[in-house]
């Protein structure tokens, strides 16, 4: 049999032979990857922060991975990778493997740097969505003695003041609180002045000081303050009303619907990780999110779970790239890296 396979003479051409053993090398090379991928994961995950330890980011990402990694039977390691607006981690899992031992736990910056920024060193399509962790909605604040206590009464007060409007402070050019201004602009006709800081937490402290007249800050950060009647709370600029103070109104039912945005966290992989993978892993992070181990642990700081499938993530992901960068054009933002 072997002599015949060799002789075209037995009815089979060497054209024949030769697609008949490739065919046989990549069933035998299907069949390797997908042993492979039964195994995943066989030794520990990584997931990069590209921010610094300690932050409402780093915060989530740790908290998840606990969860998720008693689920997978592998350590999940949390390496912090921060700068550049969150790029130089961004571009290290842009550029990594593809074989579902590194992940991003990336933020709004994953989407928005590529608008914002002048150069990335990293294509959108080089990242694929894995799945959304959680979100903290940003509350937009005052000093608890503005003369106001409705973000309506708010918006009043900036048209009250002229061309410049009220102060508002954020954490920089393309920032979240920024993003606030500009909805509040095209939301209400009321103009804004941007007060850049170089973090949320120097913008909460300049209201906390009475210093500048509001900010828009993570809902992680601002609740403390809010309790201890240190700031006052206008709205949550997200589609619901935060868990662990409902008391405080969305933007929505302020009658502002388009102020829409939030704080969020998200796992997305290198392009080219098997899918396989991806969907094990949104798998488990899903329960983990649902545990009331993890909801113990989120929601009384303000943090809301945000459980979704692989596709409601990438749906989440292309809507806010388009909505986000409309309004990023019409302001002509430019990061300041």
């Not at 608890?144 to 009220?166: H, M, R």
Request: charged share 20%; hydrophobic share 45%; proline share 7%.
């Amino acid at each position: 049999m072997a002599q015949c396979l060799l002789d075209s003479r037995c009815g089979m051409s060497t054209m024949k032979i030769k697609l008949a053993v490739r065919t046989l090398l990549v069933m035998a090379a299907m069949a390797a990857a997908g042993l492979a991928h039964a195994q995943w994961p066989d030794r520990p995950v990584k997931w990069v922060v590209p921010f610094a330890p300690g932050g409402a980011n780093d915060l989530v990402a740790r908290a998840a991975a606990e969860a998720v990694q008693r689920r997978l039977g592998q350590p999940i390691i949390i390496d912090n990778r921060p700068g550049a607006g969150a790029m130089i981690g961004t571009d290290y899992v842009a550029k990594s493997k593809p074989d579902g031992y590194t992940f991003l736990a990336g933020a709004a910056g994953t989407i928005t740097n590529s608008f914002l920024a002048e150069k990335v060193p990293y294509a959108d399509s080089d990242l694929v969505p894995v799945g959304m962790i959680a979100v903290s909605p940003s509350v937009i604040v005052v000093h608890p003695s503005a003369p106001f206590n409705t973000l309506k009464e708010f918006i009043d007060y900036a048209k009250a003041q002229g061309k410049d409007g009220a102060n508002f402070a954020t954490a920089g050019t393309g920032s979240t609180p920024h993003f606030v201004i500009e909805m509040l602009k095209d939301a209400s006709g009321a103009n804004f002045t941007s007060i850049p800081f170089k973090s949320g937490q120097e913008s909460v402290t300049a209201v906390l000081g009475n210093q500048v007249t509001a900010t828009s800050e993570s809902s992680v950060v601002v609740l403390p303050h809010i309790k201890a009647g240190k700031l006052k709370a206008l709205a949550a600029t997200w589609q619901t009303r935060i868990s662990a103070y409902p008391s405080i109104p969305t933007t929505a039912e302020a009658g502002y619907k388009t102020v829409l945005i939030g704080h969020w966290a998200g796992l997305f992989a290198p392009k080219g990780t098997p899918q396989a993978i991806i969907d094990r892993i949104n798998t488990e992070l899903q329960a983990a999110l649902r545990s009331k181990e993890l909801q113990d642990r989120f929601i009384p700081t303000g943090i809301e779970p945000a459980p979704g499938s692989v596709a409601d993530f990438v749906t989440f992901i292309s809507a806010e790239r388009e909505r986000l960068g409309k309004i990023a054009r019409k302001a002509g933002m430019k990061a300041e890296h």
